[in-house]
């Protein structure tokens, strides 16, 4: 296997609880997934991210795991994910593990021993701390809501839990710890997996008594540990979750030379209609000035030893074309574009199941709709705050996770969208009866067959893998970027506005590879691109 296949492959998430349920549970499971492989196929990705379905009491929908080693009997057995891994691979598609390891769910063995007493073996696999002056040891807040410290009365000391108090963190600084993770991590590399995604991974060299959590001082001497001793003699790939990383922190990551991982997912892009310093829920408008500038900083930045991830969207982020694009008037344009644009850059790009047909946020009107323990966290914190009913859920209908997690959208003819034929563990959106898979298979020009096409020009153009890139000077809101190699040129534009905007440039009159607008051939000396229209064209 080549060794850095990951550098062509495009990664496809599927969030498996709501991709297909083929039980009629209403629950999504892993013969659901292997029912749509020739559908993943045809889009032409190459490997698929799936979210956790390992034991778990699902307090944080499986990011809670009980059992690293099992599969949750609601997605399946042990033999059907072998079943996924072989399937998959028959269809040159690799299946990527998403490695839950700064915190396990209070259910799990290590953690309820743990409890036991303050000498037991498994003490120390978890961060345990003496109340001060009876209280909690500091001031660290949970990411969902209040003190990041929880107390056992049993054994009379405080545990960490940085997200959820079923959710304890583990201790990496003990060693019998990190190899007992290893050990798990190579009984799935045995099963024949492509890598794997690791879940806030920039949080495990933490040091809550200074409340440094993210990029601790530990964190790269680990990750250079846990790749000697695991997937680092294979081709897998590996993405981390880091929530901090700036260009100079994600380059030391993806430093082939430094053996840690093969890229990271930065969030910066995504944060930009949120107020400075305010966290997730304090919300502004995208100004679209700001999202080229971060992008671009990012293309630029990691060049020449490191490797971007490229995304839009995710299943804790709203839908890629709610949050950057027009999800009524120009739902298809603007879902199209942000595929133009993503696509065609350095990097290796990723789609969250239902990006390629243009889903969008699933708004709600109450607060008994909402199945997201952050959100339902942060309304009850905000209600005792004083806010108001309508404030709260218009904050949750903008940033809520519950978004993107609506099921798939298969058809527009069938109850539940085709998703299952019985009521859904969460509620389908109104509109699969417009947005939905069926139709837009029907249809050349769909929003997915415009993906279909970016990601054969990835497999067709090393180009588009490994050309360099540069930004060329354009409005504000347009970005538009050179990619380059061997005398080949390649140029993207995307209008990221909806309004009217010039392009003046001095390439002449050239035909798209393609374009949003159906476009035959582009003067771009002088040309008036319309709301969200995009295209590249090769410069000859
Ligand atoms: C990551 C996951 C998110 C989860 C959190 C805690 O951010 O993507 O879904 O809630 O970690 O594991
Ligand atoms: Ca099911």
């Known amino acids: 296997m080549e060794k850095d296949w990951w550098k062509k492959a495009v990664v496809y998430q599927v969030y498996p609880k709501s991709f297909q349920d ?10 659901g997934i292997i029912n749509h492989l020739d559908y993943l196929e045809d889009l032409g990705i190459t490997a698929l991210w799936l979210n956790p379905m390992y034991c778990s009491p699902g307090i944080d929908n499986g990011y809670d795991i009980s059992d690293y080693e099992q599969i949750d ?22 299946i990527i593990m998403d490695l839950v390891v700064n915190h396990t769910s209070d259910k799990h063995p290590w953690f309820i021993k743990s409890c036991q007493d303050r000498t037991n073996k498994y003490r120390d696999y978890y961060v345990w701390r003496d109340p001060v002056d009876g209280h909690e040891p500091n001031e660290l807040q949970s990411t969902f809501g209040g003190s990041a410290w929880e107390f056992d009365s049993q054994t009379g000391q405080y545990y960490l839990h940085q997200f959820s108090k079923q959710q304890p963190d583990l201790n990496w600084q003990n060693s019998k710890l990190r190899q007992a993770i290893y050990k798990m991590m ?7 997996i492509g890598g794997f995604r690791l879940d806030v991974i920039d949080l495990i060299g933490k040091n809550p008594d200074t409340m440094q959590m993210a990029n601790g001082k530990d964190l790269h001497r680990f990750l250079q540990e846990m790749n000697q001793q695991t997937f680092g003699k294979k081709s897998l790939m590996t993405v981390g979750e880091t929530w901090g990383a700036t260009p100079e922190i994600a380059k030391l990551y993806s430093d082939p030379q430094r053996h840690e991982l093969s890229m990271v997912f930065q969030f910066e892009h995504t944060q930009l ?40 969207n995710n299943h804790d982020l709203p839908r890629a074309v709610s949050a950057f694009g027009n999800d009524q008037e120009y739902r298809v344009e603007s879902a199209k574009m942000l595929a133009i644009l993503l696509h065609l850059m350095k990097g290796t790009p990723y789609i969250y199941q239902g990006e ?10 109450s607060i008994d709709e909402v199945n997201d323990v952050e959100s339902i966290n942060m309304y009850h914190e905000k209600k005792n705050e004083g806010f108001n009913d309508n404030e709260i859920i218009r904050l949750i209908n903008h940033r809520g996770r519950d978004n993107a997690r609506t099921p798939m959208q298969w058809k527009g003819d069938q109850k539940y969208a085709g998703f299952s034929s019985q009521k859904p563990w969460l509620h389908v959106n109104p509109n699969y009866k417009t947005i939905n898979v069926d139709d837009q298979l029907r249809d050349s020009n769909s929003i997915y067959n415009t993906y279909k096409e970016l990601i054969d020009y990835r497999k067709k153009h090393l180009l588009v893998v490994e050309g360099s890139y540069s930004l ?25 506005s909806g309004k009217d905007q010039t392009l003046k440039l001095d390439y002449g009159v050239q035909q798209p590879w393609i374009s949003n607008y159906n476009i035959e051939k582009i003067n771009l000396n002088d040309y008036k691109l319309r709301p969200y229209e995009a295209f590249a064209v090769e410069i000859h």
């Open 22 to 31: 083929s039980n009629a549970d209403g629950i999504g499971d892993i013969r």
């Open 73 to 94: 009997p609601i997605y399946g057995s042990m033999k059907d994910m072998q079943l996924l891994i072989d399937e998959a691979r028959k269809r040159g598609i690799k």
């Open 186 to 192: 190579n009984f799935w590399i045995e099963k024949g």
């Open 273 to 312: 209609d949120q107020q400075d310093g305010q966290g997730k829920w304090s919300i502004k408008p995208l100004n679209f000035y700001e999202l080229k500038k971060v992008l671009n900083k990012w293309q630029v930045g990691l060049n020449p030893t490191g490797w971007n991830s490229l995304f839009w």
């Open 356 to 365: 390629e047909i243009g889903m969008t946020n699933c708004p709600v009107s």
């Open 472 to 496: 060329v000077d354009t409005a504000d809101d347009v970005y538009a970027y050179l990619r380059e190699m061997d005398g080949q040129k390649l140029l993207v534009v995307a209008n990221l």
